[in-house]
């Protein structure tokens, strides 16, 4: 929602031709977003724990950041790259958010659609 608050937790993983997570990946991912978001980080270990910076090292071929709506409703765009890796793009929408006599008058979860199956490619904790 374009409401200034909501946020989207975003996961990048470097995956082989399978599509299986590479454990040994170590890669500095660069990141580029265009729309109307801003970009909250994510975090990882060395200089500065790379604090809202736009380029982040997966750690065991996975990392996640965090992109924050702005008040203005539209398309944003997030492209990773990486030395010798195949580039990847993700699309979000914000919507607009209708605020009446300072309430909202939406619920956030509305329209979310709930889902307790597991990814196939994570592995199974218990069996």
């Known amino acids: 929602m374009a409401n200034g608050a909501d946020l989207s937790l975003i996961e990048v993983e470097v995956v082989d031709a399978n599509g299986n997570r590479c454990p040994t990946a170590l890669n500095l991912i660069s990141f580029n977003m265009t729309g109307p978001a801003e970009w909250r980080g994510g975090i990882a270990q060395g200089p500065d724990n790379y604090i809202l910076s736009r380029e ?5 071929g996975v990392n996640r950041f965090l992109v924050r709506s702005t008040m203005m409703p539209g398309k944003i765009s997030i492209t990773a790259s990486a030395n010798g890796l195949q ?13 009446q006599d300072g309430l909202s008058r939406e619920m956030p979860d509305e329209n979310l659609k709930p889902s307790l199956l597991r990814d196939p490619r994570l592995p199974a904790l218990l069996t």
């Open 56 to 60: 982040l090292p997966v750690e065991c």
């Open 87 to 99: 580039p990847a793009s993700l699309q979000l929408e914000s919507k607009p958010f209708t605020v």
